[in-house]
C-alpha cells in the first residue's frame, strides 16, 4: 500500500542553500566570464572583486551544506542506484514524445529520480570540487600566497576552472529545461520556494510521521490516498 | 524662381572665388613665413632648454653646516676649473680617491655578471655611435676637466670636476675641449664668462639642475636618449613626474638615487628588477633606486581585493610597467629612429637642418641633419614590454654578428617567466641605421669630432671617418663598410604617473593588450586558449541545442497525439 501524500521534501536550509547558491552562481558566472574576456559589462577589476566576494561566500556556504548534508543524512538521497534508473532515462529518451506519465514518485528516502541523483552527485563530487579547488589555488597564487604551489601552472588552473564553470553553464540550461517537463514549470519551482511536494509514503512512513513529524505533512493530505490513480 | 537660381549660381561662384583667394593667399603667407624661419640651421645643438634657466628660477636654501661662501679658499681668484678642484681638495682631502672610483669619472664599467667590459670609454651606441675618440665634444658630460682624447690622465685628482655636479648658481657650463670642424663653429657662443669664485662659493648637494645638464640631454638633444628623462624634469607638473612635481614630492635625483662616498645606486648596465628586500627594517640604510626601497614589496593597500591582487603581480611585473604608462611626456619628444644613410646632404654646398617635427611644447626638432642624418620622434609613447632579470648584454666594438640578421641589438637583456627573479619590464627602443665593418661583422667606431680632413663631423666621409675612428682606437678594420640595422633597449624607471593614471587591469587583462605578445603566460581575459573557447561555445550552444531540440520533438509529439484523439 502506497499513499501519495504532500509532505515537506525540502527544509528550510536546504531551499536557502539553494537559492542563495543560484543567486551566487550567476555573479560568479557573470562575473567570471567578464574576467575570462567573454563580455565586458563591467572593468575588469569589479569583476575580480565581486568574483572573490562571491566565490568566497559560495564556499561558505557550501562548507554549510556539507555539514548539514552529513550531520541529518540526507547525503543518502545523493546515492546513485539502479532502481528505476532505466525506466527513467527511457522516459527522456521515449516515453515522454508518447506522452506518458514521469514513472517516478519522490519517495520518503528518494526525493530525487536517478537521474537527478547521479547528475546532482556529479555536481557535488566532480565539478563544484574542480571549481572550488582550482579557484582557492587561483586566489592563493593571485594573493601572493601560494609559493608553494609555485610548481602547479597558472594555465592548467585556468583551464579546469573555466571547463566547470561551463559544465555549470550546460547544467544549468538542462536543469531549467527540466523544469519545463512534467505538470507545469511552476508547479516544478514551487517545491523549492514552499519545501512541499508529493512524496509516495508506505503506511509504515506515514503512520510514523503522523505520530512524530506532523509538521511536515500538509493536513489536507491526512487522508489516505490510493496510490494507483 | 529662375532669377532666384541665377543668383544661387552667382553666389556660390562669389564664393567659390573668395575662398580660393583666401587660401592662396594662406599658402603664399606659409612660403613666406617658411622662408623667414630658420629651417637652414648650422650646428648641433638641441638645447631648448636649460639648466640655467631653471636654476635663476629656483633659488636654493641651503640646509649645509658650512657657508661655503665665507670660506677663505674659496675667494679665489680663479681662472681654470682645476684651480677650484684643487681649494675643494684641501678640505675634502678624501673626496678625489672616492670619486676616481665613480663611473662619471672612469667611463669604465666591468660587468659582474657578463664580465663584459662596458662604459661610456669603449662602448657604440645607437645615437653618435661612440664617445671614444670623440671626447673633444662628447667629454662635456665628462666629470672631469681636459679630456681631449682617450688616453686621459684618470689619476690626476685636480682634473675632477667639483662644480658640474655641485655648482647652485646655474651659471657654470662646459665646452668642448676640443675644437671641432667649421661646420660646429656656432655652437656655444654668447656665453657669458665663467665667475668661478661665485661658483665656487655655491656649492651645495647635487640639484637636478646638475644632473639634468647631462643626463636630460644625453644623446645629443633633449629627452634623446632615454625617452624618461629630459628638461619637463626640471620643472614636471604632477602627471609627468609624481615624484619631481612640485605638486607631488618636489624629489631631486639624488633622493632616489642614494648612495655614499660618491657612488650612487642605479646603474643600467646592471639592474635590480626585482627587489624582495623592499624597505627593510625600520632605520635600515639601503643604497637602492628601486621603486621598493620606499614603497615596500607589496605596496597596494590590502582592503581591497583588488589591492591584494596588484600586490600578487609585484613578484611578476615591475612597479614601473603599470605606473608609468608612457614616456616622453610633457611635451618633449624622445628620439626613436635616425638613419645615418642620409647624412651628408648639403644645401648651397653648406650643412643644413630641417626641423619638422613639431612637439607638444611647441618646439621644434630636427627631423634632417647633414651632420647626423634622418631623425624621428615619438612623444607619449607607450613603451614596449619584456622579461628582464636585469642583466644587460651589449654588442661591444669587437663582438662579431651576423649581418644577415634583420637587426642587431646593441644591447639585449635577459629574463625569463621561468626565471622568478625576472619581472615584466618596460622599455624604450631605439632603432637606427648605422655603419658597421662589412669585412669584419663588428660595429665601428667614427671619428666624428676634430678639425681635421677626417672628422665625418665637417667633411661627411663615412669611409673617412670610419677608417680614421678606427685606426686611432686600435681596433680591427677591414676596410669594407655598409650600413646595418641596430635597436637599443631602455629601461623606463622615470616619469612615473599618479596613481590615477597608473594602468587599469583591462590594459593587460583585454585581448590584444599591452603585453599579449609575451608567451608562456595566461593573463585571464587576455584571449588566450582561443581553441579552448571555440570548444566550451561549441559545448554551450550544443546543449542548448540538445534541450531546445528534445523540447521541439516533444511539443511535435504532444501535438501530433491531441490531433489523433
Known amino acids: 500500500m502506497s499513499n501519495i501524500v504532500k509532505m515537506q521534501v525540502y527544509k528550510l536550509f ?5 537559492w542563495l547558491q543560484t543567486v551566487l552562481i550567476f555573479i560568479l558566472l557573470f562575473s567570471g566570464f567578464r574576467i575570462h574576456g567573454t563580455h565586458e559589462l563591467i572593468s575588469f577589476s569589479d569583476a575580480t572583486t565581486l568574483h572573490t566576494w562571491a566565490a568566497i561566500l559560495i564556499m561558505m556556504l557550501w562548507a554549510f551544506a556539507t555539514f548539514w548534508l552529513f550531520t541529518t543524512g540526507e547525503w543518502r538521497h545523493y546515492v546513485p542506484t539502479r532502481e528505476n534508473l532505466i525506466s527513467v532515462a527511457r522516459f527522456y529518451i521515449l516515453g515522454i514524445f508518447k506522452g506518458e506519465h514521469h514513472p517516478y514518485i519522490k519517495t520518503y528516502r528518494r526525493k530525487h529520480n536517478p537521474l537527478q541523483a547521479i547528475a546532482y552527485m556529479m555536481l557535488k563530487i566532480v565539478i563544484f570540487p574542480a571549481i572550488w579547488m582550482s579557484g582557492t589555488i587561483y586566489l592563493l597564487i593571485s594573493f601572493g600566497l601560494g609559493d608553494f604551489l609555485s610548481g602547479v601552472g597558472t594555465v592548467w588552473i585556468a583551464r579546469i576552472h573555466t571547463l566547470a564553470a561551463v559544465s555549470i553553464v550546460g547544467f544549468f540550461i538542462v536543469h531549467i529545461y527540466m523544469l519545463t517537463m512534467g505538470h507545469s514549470f511552476i508547479g516544478h519551482i514551487k517545491p523549492m520556494i514552499t519545501g512541499f511536494d508529493d512524496v509516495d509514503l508506505t503506511d509504515e512512513q506515514l503512520a510514523y510521521l503522523q505520530a512524530d513529524e506532523l509538521d511536515i505533512i500538509k493536513e489536507n493530505s491526512q487522508p489516505l490516498q490510493d496510490a494507483t490513480h | 524662381m529662375k532669377k532666384y537660381r541665377y543668383y544661387t549660381k552667382s553666389h556660390y561662384l562669389l564664393k567659390l572665388m573668395i575662398i580660393s583667394i583666401i587660401t592662396g593667399l594662406f599658402f603664399m603667407g606659409t612660403l613666406v613665413i617658411a622662408d623667414q624661419s630658420p629651417t637652414l640651421e648650422v650646428g648641433i645643438s638641441e638645447y631648448a632648454k636649460s639648466s640655467q634657466d631653471q636654476s635663476r628660477k629656483t633659488p636654493k636654501k641651503s640646509h649645509s653646516t658650512t657657508d661655503h661662501s ?54 657604440v651606441n645607437n645615437y653618435c655611435i661612440n664617445a671614444r675618440g670623440n671626447e673633444g665634444m662628447c667629454a662635456q658630460c665628462h666629470a672631469g676637466y681636459n679630456m681631449t682624447n682617450s688616453d686621459f690622465d684618470f689619476s690626476n685628482q685636480e682634473n675632477i670636476d667639483c662644480l658640474i655636479c655641485h655648482e647652485s648658481t646655474g651659471t657654470y657650463y662646459k665646452t668642448p675641449t676640443t675644437k671641432g670642424n667649421k661646420a660646429c663653429v656656432n655652437m656655444f657662443k654668447d656665453k657669458p664668462e665663467i665667475e668661478w669664485a661665485k661658483i665656487a662659493q655655491s656649492v651645495a648637494l647635487p640639484s637636478r639642475n646638475n644632473c639634468g645638464v647631462c643626463h636630460f640631454f644625453g644623446g645629443g638633444g633633449d629627452n634623446v636618449k632615454h625617452g624618461d628623462l629630459s628638461s619637463v624634469l626640471f620643472d614636471p607638473p604632477r602627471d609627468v613626474d609624481i615624484h619631481m612635481s612640485a605638486e607631488g614630492e618636489n624629489f631631486t635625483c639624488v633622493t632616489c638615487h642614494v648612495g655614499e662616498g660618491h657612488e650612487w645606486a642605479g646603474s643600467r648596465y646592471e639592474m635590480l628588477v626585482n627587489d624582495t628586500v623592499g624597505m627593510g627594517k625600520p632605520g635600515m640604510v639601503r643604497k637602492t633606486a628601486s621603486c621598493e626601497s620606499c614603497h615596500g614589496a607589496s605596496p597596494h593597500p590590502i582592503k581591497t581585493v583588488n589591492g591584494m591582487k596588484l600586490n600578487g603581480h609585484t613578484d611578476r611585473v615591475a612597479c614601473e610597467t603599470c605606473h608609468i604608462p608612457e614616456i616622453a611626456k610633457g611635451g618633449v619628444a624622445t628620439k626613436i629612429d635616425w638613419d645615418w644613410r642620409s647624412m651628408g646632404q648639403l644645401k648651397n654646398g653648406k650643412s643644413f637642418k630641417l626641423k619638422e617635427y613639431t612637439q607638444g611644447d611647441g618646439q621644434h626638432r630636427a627631423t634632417y641633419k647633414t651632420i647626423k642624418g634622418s631623425l624621428s620622434y615619438a612623444e607619449n609613447l607607450q613603451p614596449m614590454y619584456a622579461w628582464f632579470d636585469g642583466t644587460m648584454h651589449y654588442t661591444t666594438i669587437d663582438s662579431q654578428f651576423d649581418p644577415a640578421l634583420s637587426s642587431i641589438n646593441i644591447n639585449s637583456f635577459s629574463g625569463s617567466r621561468e626565471d622568478p627573479n625576472s619581472r615584466i619590464y618596460p622599455f624604450k627602443r631605439m632603432h637606427m641605421t648605422q655603419p658597421y665593418d662589412k669585412g669584419n661583422n663588428t660595429l665601428i667606431y667614427m671619428h666624428l669630432w676634430g678639425d681635421d680632413d677626417n672628422a665625418l663631423w665637417g667633411n661627411f666621409d663615412f669611409s673617412k671617418a670610419i677608417q680614421a675612428g678606427m685606426e686611432e682606437n686600435n681596433a680591427p678594420y677591414s676596410g669594407e663598410w655598409g650600413f646595418i640595422e641596430t635597436y637599443s633597449y631602455w629601461p623606463i624607471n622615470h616619469m612615473v604617473a599618479p596613481k590615477e593614471e597608473a594602468l587599469v587591469c583591462a590594459d593587460c587583462h583585454v585581448k590584444g593588450g599591452r603585453i599579449s605578445h609575451l608567451t608562456g603566460l595566461y593573463i585571464p581575459g587576455a584571449g588566450g586558449d582561443q581553441l579552448l573557447d571555440y570548444i566550451y561555445y561549441i559545448a554551450i550552444f550544443g546543449t542548448l541545442g540538445g534541450v531546445l531540440g528534445h523540447g521541439v520533438i516533444k511539443s511535435i509529439a504532444t501535438n501530433r497525439r491531441k490531433n489523433n484523439v
Not at chain 2, 680617491?97 to 657578463?114: A, E, G, L, S
Request: contains cysteine; charged residues 25%; aromatic residues 12%.
Open chain 1, 14 to 18: 536546504e531551499r536557502f542553500w539553494h
Open chain 2, 70 to 123: 665665507s670660506i677663505e679658499k674659496l675667494q679665489g681668484p680663479f681662472t681654470t676649473g682645476p684651480e677650484v678642484t684643487k681649494a675643494c681638495l684641501e678640505c675634502h682631502n678624501e673626496v678625489g680617491r672616492q670619486f676616481m672610483k665613480n663611473i662619471h669619472w672612469t667611463w669604465d664599467y666591468k660587468h659582474p655578471k657578463t664580465g663584459q667590459h662596458l662604459g661610456k670609454s669603449v662602448l
